[in-house]
């Protein structure tokens, strides 16, 4: 079984200030990891994810991440962030070894002050 | 992109009514689909495991005489709230990995439903 840590559950940030949003998770076999945005009343939308090879992933909207094995943590990051960024964000683990079950973290909320 | 619509939005029912709520993907075929539920201020968690032309699979601790599954296509999984009661008050979200795929890869949310038990 995985499970997923995300200590922050809001992060207030000033507007094109660098962000970073943590993630720890914690597994017994090999993972994939993802992180998923959630605007209000919307569903989830996939961010960036690590499947396997460079351990720095770059996604949409400008965000990237870094895999992190021998820390087991996920981190999301971001040089600038905008208004358009405040929303939820959530930090994934599935069993990279057969059928998907995606395991989520709590959330964080990103809030961006102009 | 692959999109995964749900149906309805919003919905409002009384209490020890049923409540049916539709996720169709819309520009792919899905043998699986997922349901899970979303608490106010928490993650979300995996109810059930749709499969197409085969009974779903749920997670421990969820009701499957109470939250009734059914596949009854490649695009189309329903989620009926039977009995609703005021704790089932949640937001709803299902997924569909596209293609069938079941190793590890993307998965397309539907925008939720908003389930209001009075």
């Known amino acids: 079984a995985q499970s997923v840590t995300q200590l922050d559950s809001q992060v207030p940030v000033f507007e094109e200030a660098p962000v970073e949003l943590r993630c720890n998770y914690s597994s017994s076999v090999s993972v994939y990891l993802f992180w998923y945005v959630q605007y209000p009343n919307q569903g989830l939308q996939l961010l960036l994810k690590y499947l396997s090879g460079s351990t720095l992933v770059k996604g949409i909207n400008g965000f990237e991440a870094e895999f992190n094995k021998s820390q087991t943590s996920f981190h999301l990051r971001k040089p600038s962030v905008h208004i358009s960024d405040t929303a939820e964000y959530f930090c994934?683990?599935?069993?990279?070894?057969?059928?998907?079950?995606?395991?989520f973290g709590t959330g964080t909320k990103l809030q961006v002050i102009p | 992109g692959a999109v995964v619509s749900q149906h309805p939005s919003r919905v409002i029912c009384k209490s020890g009514t049923s409540v049916k709520i539709e996720c169709r993907s819309l520009?792919?075929?899905?043998?699986?689909m997922f349901w899970y539920r979303q608490f106010p201020k928490q993650s979300l968690m995996l109810m059930a495991t749709s499969n197409e032309g085969s009974k779903a699979t749920y997670e421990q601790g969820v009701e499957k005489d109470k939250f009734l599954i059914n596949h009854a296509s490649l695009t189309l999984s329903t989620l009926t709230v039977t009995s609703a009661h005021p704790e089932d008050s949640s937001f709803y979200i299902c997924s569909a990995p596209p293609g069938g795929t079941l190793m590890g890869d993307t998965q397309y949310f539907g925008p939720g439903t908003r389930l209001t038990v009075l």
């Open positions: 520009d792919f075929q899905a043998t699986t």
């Open positions: 994934a683990v599935s069993d990279s070894g057969g059928y998907q079950k995606v395991t």
